[in-house]
Nanobody, 125 residues
Framework: QVQLVESGGGLVQAGGSLRLSCGMSTRTFSGYSMAWFRQAPGKEREFVGHISKSDGSGGFTSYADSVKGRFTISRDNAKNTMYLRMNSLKPEDTAVYYC???????????????WGQGTQVTVSS
């Protein structure tokens, strides 16, 4: 059973930084396309960014316009972990952040087959 576990969320002031992690229980992590999504209160879940499956290289990345230039996604296949580095955080980045995974090589925004439980990020003004 594949499981995804996010960590690293918390409360940060506007302009600050956080790094989220997503650990995955699998022996074939490098074969999964991975992504981050977020959902703010009262809003629909939205795509944040993705990183393609990789065979040792870092993988290709793509980002939503709202986070481009501020957020960076990376992966460490040896640790079965994906990261989301968030800089220059804004109050509108406040949301529950979810990681997702798929073996199918979906388009960046999905669909994804496996999801984590989410981690709360709150940015105060």
């Amino acid at each position: 059973q594949v499981q995804l576990v996010e960590s690293g969320g918390g409360l940060v002031q506007a302009g600050g930084s956080l790094r989220l992690s997503c650990g995955m229980s699998t022996r074939t992590f490098s074969g999964y396309s991975m992504a981050w999504f977020r959902q703010a209160p009262g809003k629909e879940r939205e795509f944040v960014g993705h990183i393609s499956k990789s065979d040792g290289s870092g993988g290709f990345t793509s980002y939503a316009d709202s986070v481009k230039g501020r957020f960076t996604i990376s992966r460490d296949n040896a640790k079965n972990t994906m990261y989301l580095r968030m800089n220059s955080l804004k109050p509108e980045d406040t949301a529950v952040y979810y990681c997702a995974a798929s073996l199918r090589g979906p388009t960046p925004a999905g669909p994804y087959d496996y999801w984590g439980q989410g981690t709360q990020v709150t940015v105060s003004s």
